[in-house]
């Protein structure tokens, strides 16, 4: 779980999956303790990317290569859904350097 910058606070699993989420659209994440305002860094955003946009597909190409995709579309929807639980564990954070954008 990352921590805060500034106070070396971590920020919770639900404060990094929220903020993760594509709901969200990758907003700062305000440390909860000291109010600074962090972004996830590139590299943590193409991880997020890969687990669960890639990987899903990735699963449903090796598993059913004869499917359609609308027909194991609810299958990738569902894998998608469970690597979005584990992002908050890749997430890597750095100070923002502008207020609360
Ligand atoms: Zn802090």
């Known amino acids: 779980m990352p921590k805060c910058n500034n106070c070396g606070r971590r920020f919770s699993y639900p ?16 440390c909860p303790a000291c109010q600074h305002a962090h ?3 590139l590299a943590s955003r193409f ?12 699963m449903r190409m090796l598993y ?11 299958l990738v929807l569902l894998i998608a ?3 979005l639980f584990f992002t908050p ?3 890597k954070v750095e100070k923002n350097n502008r207020r609360n954008s």
């Open 64 to 74: 059913f290569p004869e499917q359609p995709l609308p027909g194991t579309l609810a």
């Open 89 to 91: 564990f890749l997430v």
């Open 47 to 58: 991880a997020v990317s890969l687990l669960v946009v890639v990987f899903p597909l990735l």
């Open 39 to 41: 972004t996830i860094t």
């Open 81 to 83: 859904v469970c690597a």
């Open 15 to 30: 404060h990094v999956l929220k903020t993760v989420s594509a709901l969200s659209g990758y907003r700062s994440m305000v």
